[in-house]
Nanobody
Framework: QVQLVESGGGLVQAGGSLRLSCAAS????????MGWFRQDPGKEREFVAG???????VYADSVKGRFTISRDNAVNTVYLQMNSLKREDTAVYYC??????????????????WGQGTQVTVSS
């Protein structure tokens, strides 16, 4: 079992930055693929970024060049640095973990564990 706790959300002006953190419990964090997803009310939960146990990263086209996912296995934490934020980035952001190698990081159904989410609101 893995428990995930997100933090770092808030209200920011367009063009600003935020860094989200996701702290994971358990001793096998380094073996997990980690992902960030987001969801606006009334919309599907969508992929934002993912990072494998080896550090390979992938991004949604909408955030490429603006967001950076990283992980620190020493403190069981994955981060999402968000720069040049836009109003359309407003959503609840969720951290997710997948213990099974080889799956698609883009697929929400691949992930076994989810955090409770943290709200990001970008104002114009």
């Amino acid at each position: 079992q893995v428990q995930l706790v997100e933090s770092g959300g808030g209200l920011v002006q367009a063009g600003g930055s935020l860094r989200l953190s996701c702290a994971a419990s358990g001793r096998t964090f380094s073996n997990y693929t980690m992902g960030w997803f987001r969801q606006d009310p009334g919309k599907e939960r969508e992929f934002v970024a993912g990072i494998t146990r080896s550090g390979r990263t992938v991004y949604a086209d909408s955030v490429k060049g603006r967001f950076t996912i990283s992980r620190d296995n020493a403190v069981n934490t994955v981060y999402l640095q968000m720069n040049s934020l836009k109003r359309e980035d407003t959503a609840v952001y969720y951290c997710a973990a997948d213990s099974r190698p080889g799956g698609s990081m883009y697929d929400r159904w691949q992930y076994e564990y989810w955090g409770q989410g943290t709200q990001v609101t970008v104002s114009s």
